[in-house]
T-cell receptor
């Protein structure tokens, strides 16, 4: 079975500060990993993905994530938070690359303080 | 339209009533998914359509839930005899390919928020 754990349902950072959203996965085989973002009153959109190529993945809006097999982690980071980054972020994992087996985490709500 | 369109955006219904939720995927996308998003929880897979293949219904929580996709395009999710625990946001997504390894992306609609009183 595979699962995703997102530590912290709510994270607050000051504008300009580092953003770190944590995601740990469990999977019996090398996974595919994704981060999606959901802005208020909008659908989810893909932020970035890991599909067994480079372990450091760069996404849109300055976000990046590093796949660490030894730690079974795929944490999302951004060096400097912007007010427009306020949203809910979801980590997701699939073993086979099929969305039928895509498992989402419970989400982390990011608040950016002025 | 340019994106995945869902209707209604909000639906309030009484317990025991039937509801229908509609999804219009991006033109040309062969794969269509329904998810349920409950407060404080992640997305729960419900059903998956791929082209003319039989749908994967493994995520439907009960036989009160059903979905169809007509002509390989528009999909309708039907919930019969709604219960309060059915209250959630129902999200539809489409993809041009059944394999995420290539496309790496599902395109989501804004969702239909269902409230069962």
């Amino acid at each position: 079975a595979q699962s995703v754990t997102q530590l912290g349902s709510h994270v607050s950072v000051s504008e300009g500060a580092l953003v770190l959203l944590r995601c740990n996965y469990s999977s019996s085989v090398p996974p595919y990993l994704f981060w999606y973002v959901q802005y208020p009153n909008q659908g989810l959109q893909l932020l970035l993905k890991y599909t067994s190529a480079a372990t450091l993945v760069k996404g849109i809006n300055g976000f990046e994530a590093e796949f660490k097999k030894s730690e079974t982690s795929f944490h999302l980071t951004k060096p400097s938070a912007h007010m427009s980054d306020a949203a809910e972020y979801f980590c997701a994992v699939t073993r086979s690359g099929s969305a039928r087996q895509l498992t989402f985490g419970s989400g982390t709500q990011l608040t950016v303080l002025p | 339209g340019a994106g995945v369109s869902q209707s209604p955006s909000n639906k309030v219904t009484e317990k025991g009533k039937d509801v229908e939720l509609r999804c219009d995927p991006i033109s040309g996308h062969t794969a269509l998914y329904w998810y349920r998003q409950s407060l404080g929880q992640g997305l729960e897979f419900l059903i998956y359509f791929q082209g003319n293949s039989a749908p994967d219904k493994s995520g439907l929580p009960s036989d009160r839930f059903s979905a169809e996709r007509t002509g390989g395009s528009v999909s309708t999710l039907t919930i019969q005899r709604t219960q309060q625990e059915d209250s959630a946001v129902y999200l539809c997504a489409s993809s041009p390919d059944k394999g995420l390894a290539n496309t790496g992306e599902l395109f989501f609609g804004e969702g239909s928020r269902l409230t069962v009183l």
